[in-house]
């Protein structure tokens, strides 16, 4: 993937992730992907691929990529969002939050954090 000019992920059906994209951004490859489901969110047009509805679309988007308008950088910065480390607070996050629906005060829950600055809110 890291020596490819780019990467067809031709979905045609609702992407829910997107993995291998995600795979091309690590390795600095754009990705040349349908644009509906995880694509939307994780394929930037023109910054780390394009995003395409019709076959012309997808020529542009080789050719783009062939004449090199898609940099490596750009899409490396776009894959390191998806880390271990960047997405781990966010399964916590959303693991503690079902907790507190079930166990705790449900929708109403507040952290910690939350208290402290409703309680130095001021009108």
């Known amino acids: 993937m890291g020596g490819a000019l780019a990467s067809i992920v031709a979905s045609t059906y609702v992407e829910p992730f997107g993995g291998v994209q995600v795979e091309n951004l690590l390795c600095g490859t754009p990705t040349i992907t349908t644009d509906w489901g995880a694509f939307v969110e994780n394929n930037i047009e023109g910054v780390t691929g394009y995003r395409c509805r019709t076959f012309d679309d997808f020529i542009n988007a080789a050719l783009n990529c ?16 998806f880390s271990l480390e960047n997405i781990a607070l966010k399964y916590e996050k959303f693991f503690q939050d079902i907790w507190n629906i079930y166990n705790g005060d449900g929708w109403y829950q507040f952290t910690e954090q939350t208290k402290e600055r409703l309680k130095n809110f001021k009108k």
């Open 66 to 81: 062939y004449e090199g308008k898609i940099k490596y950088e750009n899409c490396r910065k776009q894959g390191e969002k």
